[in-house]
T-cell receptor, first 112, second 116 residues
Framework: SQKIEQNSEALNIQEGKTATLTCNYTNYSPAYLQWYRQDPGRGPVFLLLIRENEKEKRKERLKVTFDTTLKQSLFHITASQPADSATYLCALLYNQGGKLIFGQGTELSVKP | DADVTQTPRNRITKTGKRIMLECSQTKGHDRMYWYRQDPGLGLRLIYYSFDVKDINKGEISDGYSVSRQAQAKFSLSLESAIPNQTALYFC???????????????FGPGTRLTVL
């Protein structure tokens, strides 16, 4: 079965630095990959989507890359701020109209 | 008002009790989902429904049942709750479109369920 792995350890960085989170998957590549943000006690919120034929996608301070050779997506937050502190989830879709499969999430903490 | 609402937000119950969690949405989406979230395990799909007459089992459906009462309502039942069903439960919706950005999911605020 398909497995998705995200950094299990929390990532702690200093304000202003770039945070980089990793999402690795096994077996075959998804049609596309999404990143969500989840704050404590709340539901995940969609951030970005990248398709299998795209290498990179940007939105404001966020950047996502997708390497189907490495079977990996990287999620970057530049000029990080304490308000970026949250858990970030990657999710993969394997066919159009199918179900999302979520990773377990990585907790990010940005210190002032 | 929130687009996806869940009731109750918190529930404590005893082993063996029947519990129903409800989800309503005003987004007009056809697709609805129920997930549970446990520490370290991420979100796991329990059931999903692509329209009112379509119900499908997800990864961990044992011990759960669902009802899609209308396009906007999708409820999750635990027929006889057990302690290992203690978790955070989320409802989500997505649109059925042919566009490339379909399947973005919109989540409710969650229900924290404790089974003693």
């Amino acid at each position: 079965s398909q497995k998705i792995e995200q950094n299990s350890e929390a990532l702690n960085i200093q304000e202003g630095k770039t945070a980089t989170l990793t999402c690795n998957y096994t077996n075959y590549s998804p049609a596309y990959l999404q990143w969500y943000r989840q704050d404590p006690g709340r539901g995940p919120v969609f951030l970005l989507l990248i398709r299998e034929n795209e290498k990179e996608k940007r939105k404001e301070r966020l950047k996502v890359t997708f390497d189907t050779t490495l079977k990996q997506s990287l999620f970057h937050i530049t000029a990080s701020q304490p308000a970026d502190s949250a858990t970030y989830l990657c999710a993969l879709l394997y066919n159009q109209g199918g179900k999302l499969i979520f990773g377990q999430g990585t907790e990010l903490s940005v210190k002032p | 008002d929130a687009d996806v609402t869940q009731t109750p937000r918190n529930r404590i119950t005893k082993t063996g009790k029947r519990i129903m969690l409800e989800c309503s949405q005003t987004k007009g989406h056809d697709r609805m989902y129920w997930y549970r979230q446990d520490p370290g395990l991420g979100l796991r799909l329990i059931y999903y429904s692509f329209d009112v007459k379509d119900i499908n089992k997800g990864e961990i459906s044992d011990g759960y049942s669902v009802s899609r009462q209308a396009q906007a309502k999708f409820s999750l039942s635990l027929e006889s709750a057990i302690p290992n069903q203690t978790a955070l439960y989320f409802c989500a919706t997505s649109a059925r479109t042919s566009g490339r950005d379909s399947d973005t999911q919109y989540f409710g605020p969650g229900t924290r369920l404790t089974v003693l």
